[in-house]
């Protein structure tokens, strides 16, 4: 079974920066995509970030050119820098990971972030 737990969600002032971790139970070369989504009280989840086993990001409008997602096989993890941070952006984010070959994807936990002065 695969285990994802994101990590370093936290209180940060608008303008400031967070990078968010997601560690993977398994080999991430496994995955065909991995993904950060967010979901904020009263709001639906939307997707923040994607990368593709080939490379590929994307990126909703609304955090483009202020967030960056990128991975380390050898650690097993993807990550999340979240730069010049507003309000809006305060949600809790998921990490999700797809197993090439299967259809599902697989979530982690979520971790806070709250962006306040």
């Known amino acids: 079974q695969v285990q994802l737990v994101e990590s370093g969600g936290g209180l940060v002032q608008p303008g400031g920066s967070l990078r968010l971790s997601c560690a993977a139970s398994?080999?991430?070369?496994?995955?065909?995509?991995m993904a950060w989504y967010r979901q904020a009280p009263g709001k639906e989840r939307e997707l923040v970030a994607a990368?593709?086993?080939?490379?590929?990001?994307s990126y909703a409008n609304s955090v483009k050119g202020r967030f960056t997602i990128s991975r380390d096989y050898a650690k097993n993890m993807v990550f999340l820098q979240m730069n010049s941070l507003k309000p809006e952006d305060s949600a809790v984010y998921y990490c999700?990971?797809?197993?090439?070959?299967?259809?599902?994807?697989?979530w982690g936990q979520g971790t806070q972030v709250t962006v306040s002065s």
């Open positions: 990368l593709t086993s080939g490379g590929t990001t």
């Open positions: 999700t990971a797809r197993v090439t070959g299967y259809d599902n994807d697989e």
């Open positions: 398994i080999r991430i070369f496994r995955f065909n995509r």
